[in-house]
T-cell receptor, first 111, second 113 residues
Framework: SQQGEEDPQALSIQEGENATMNCSYK?????LQWYRQNSGRGLVHLIL?????REKHSGRLRVTLDTSKKSSSLLITASRAADTASYFC???????????FGTGTRLLVSP | DTGVSQDPRHKITKRGQNVTFRCDPI?????LYWYRQTLGQGPEFLTY????????KSRLLSDRFSAERPKGSFSTLEIQRTEQGDSAMYLC???????????FGQGTRLTVV
């Protein structure tokens, strides 16, 4: 079973625009991670944010975490065609070791 | 290559046959995970090892599935008497601890015909 959901399920934007994806989850967590997956390939880790952190940056990526709302967002600034992929959030829940993935957001960036 | 390695990358098998997949985690990563992913879905957790101990197993896994990590290094996932519903991408990941991210391999795509 999957923990929560990403929103939107699909997002289509033009190069240069920003893309925002949201993730909601259901239980208390140790950390939340964002991954990217190109079609038919493995998952690439993007960023990890711990439960006591509220915001984190990595290059063009900005992740926020609101544990009171059980939600996170991933912002990709100045998007590029190469950012086209599916993006997943995954939570490591308190008391458990496994990562639980959401349903993913399919991002299409058009040149 | 210092990443997570999975073998084979692709496997086509006839229904009823047994298949075995191998995962070599990043060196010194004591946590190892197996996931299954079907088209359009997020990865679903199958099982988790800490060193050689299998600490958690999903209820998704039927008795036909078994995983081992005998020396706390590489792991194998075996599916016995495969069914068409087993067709999926099987992903392996490893991490050193719960403060670091999990890194995934490229996966083994299984097709049961």
């Amino acid at each position: 079973s999957q923990q929560g959901e990403e929103d939107p399920q699909a997002l289509s934007i033009q190069e240069g625009e920003n893309a925002t994806m949201n993730c909601s989850y259901k239980t208390s967590i140790n950390n939340l991670q964002w991954y990217r997956q190109n079609s038919g390939r493995g998952l690439v880790h993007l960023i990890l944010i711990r439960s006591n952190e509220r915001e984190k940056h990595s290059g063009r990526l900005r992740v926020t975490l609101d544990t009171s709302k059980k939600s996170s967002s991933l912002l990709i600034t100045a998007s590029r065609a190469a950012d086209t992929a599916s993006y997943f959030c995954a939570t490591e829940n308190t008391g458990f070791q496994k990562l639980v993935f959401g349903t993913g957001t399919r991002l299409l960036v058009s040149p | 290559d210092t990443g997570v390695s999975q073998d084979p990358r692709h496997k086509i098998t006839k229904r009823g046959q047994n298949v075995t997949f191998r995962c070599d985690p990043i060196s010194e990563h004591n946590r190892l995970y197996w996931y299954r992913q079907t088209l359009g879905q997020g990865p679903e957790f199958l099982t988790y090892f800490q060193n050689e101990a299998q600490l958690e197993k999903s209820r998704l896994l039927s008795d036909r599935f078994s995983a081992e990590r005998p020396k706390g290094s590489f792991s194998t996932l075996e599916i016995q008497r495969t069914e068409q519903g087993d067709s999926a991408m099987y992903l392996c990941a490893s991490s050193p601890n719960n403060r670091e991210p999990a890194f995934f391999g490229q996966g083994t795509r299984l097709t049961v015909v």
